[in-house]
T-cell receptor, first 119, second 110 residues
């Protein structure tokens, strides 16, 4: 069964607008972490944001915020004030077995969403 | 800030040849992960090391092996290369919760 689902193969947004990229996950582990990565056409995988399942507040990093709805098992990425440089593939990923501090373990990725920012 | 270093960045090999990919994690990071990303695919976990010991293994072919050395750098050895091994190979490292990826090695098998 797919553990991470990104239902939007592609998304379009106008420059300076906000955009939400969807991610739902499936796990029976009460301790997990959720990640978002950006992969530009050059190929590198850039870490954006992390949310732990026990974190009390939704994670934010600059223009990136994570809309974490635990009961719905969703972890949507919100990018505010989109820029042309935001055009890229975005991956949601999960790590099961996360503890509150140091955590190790493999990531399981979703299929990705291609975001295109129009001027 | 220092990032994960991978070498080489690009590699072209013929079928049945061998390849060695190298990874230098962020200083003081004690865990290294290897992922394979095929064309148009999401990254798939291969293997990981914690403090120089193998900590987890994913869908890594028997033709592949990896190790982490005393200086924490890691190498992924790939033998009897097949066309299907053509992919982007990422190394990632972590110390706490975040997992940081290197720029990847793009392997092309012809």
């Amino acid at each position: 069964a797919q553990k991470i689902t990104q239902t939007q193969p592609g998304m379009f947004v106008q420059e300076k607008e906000a955009v939400t990229l969807d991610c739902t996950y499936d796990t029976s582990d009460p301790s997990y972490g959720l990640f978002w990565y950006k992969q530009p056409s050059s190929g590198e995988m850039i870490f954006l944001i992390y949310q732990g399942s026990y974190d009390q507040q939704n994670a934010t990093e600059g223009r990136y915020s994570l809309n974490f709805q635990k009961a719905r098992k969703s972890a949507n990425l919100v990018i505010s004030a989109s820029q042309l440089g935001d055009s890229a593939m975005y991956f949601c990923a999960m790590r099961e077995g996360d503890s509150g501090g140091t955590s190790y373990g493999k990531l399981t990725f979703g299929q990705g969403t291609i975001l295109t920012v129009h001027p | 800030a220092a990032g994960v270093i991978q070498s080489p960045r690009h590699l072209i090999k013929e079928k049945r040849e061998t390849a060695t990919l190298k990874c230098y994690p962020i200083p003081r990071h004690d865990t290294v992960y290897w992922y394979q990303q095929g064309p148009g695919q999401d990254p798939q976990f291969l293997i990981s090391f914690y403090e120089k010991m193998q900590s987890d293994k994913g869908s890594i072919p028997d033709r592949f092996s990896a190790q982490q050395f005393s200086d924490y750098h890691s190498e992924l050895n790939m033998s009897s290369l097949e066309l299907g091994d053509s992919a982007l190979y990422f190394c990632a490292s972590s110390l706490t919760r975040e997992q940081y990826f290197g720029p990847g090695t793009r392997l092309t098998v012809t």
